[in-house]
C-alpha cells in the first residue's frame, strides 16, 4: 500500500515545540511536492506547509508562518515539521501526502494530494 507514515505528535504546553515526521511507505517521493495538513475537530482539513521537489519551493499557511519550518531529506524518503511557539489553536490531526504529478508547491488543495497517511495527533494544552 502506497502512503505515508506520520509520527511525532503529542501532547505539548503552549509555547513549546514538536517535530513531525512523515516517512513514504512503498513509494519514493523525491520528485514530488509533499505537504502537512491538519484537521481539528468540527473543521475541514486544511493546508499548513507544502515543500516542492526543489526545496526552494516552499509555502506556509498565514496562521503558521515564523513558526513552522518544513524540510525534506530525499535520501530517508522523508519529511519533516518543526512546530515551534505552539498555541491551543494548532491542535489538530496531521496528515501529510503527494502532490499528484507535479514537484511544484501550488495551492495546497486537497483534491491534488494522494498517498495519504493516517495522521498524528497534535496537543497543545496547559
Known amino acids: 500500500q502506497l502512503q505515508f507514515v506520520e509520527s511525532g505528535g503529542g501532547l505539548v504546553q503552549p509555547g513549546g515545540s514538536l517535530r513531525l515526521s512523515c516517512a513514504a511507505s512503498?513509494?519514493?517521493?523525491?520528485?514530488?511536492?509533499i505537504a502537512w495538513f491538519r484537521q481539528a475537530p468540527g473543521k475541514e482539513r486544511e493546508g499548513v506547509s507544502c515543500i516542492g521537489s526543489s526545496f526552494a519551493n516552499s509555502k506556509y499557511a498565514d496562521s503558521v508562518k515564523g513558526r513552522f519550518t518544513i524540510s525534506r531529506d530525499n535520501a530517508k524518503n522523508a519529511v519533516y515539521l518543526q512546530m515551534n511557539s505552539l498555541k491551543p489553536e494548532d491542535t489538530a490531526v496531521y496528515y501529510c501526502a503527494q502532490k499528484a504529478y507535479s514537484g511544484l508547491c501550488g495551492a495546497m488543495a486537497l483534491n491534488d494530494y494522494v498517498n495519504w497517511g493516517q495522521g498524528t495527533q497534535v496537543t497543545v494544552s496547559s
Open positions: 512503498g513509494f519514493t517521493s523525491d520528485y514530488y511536492a
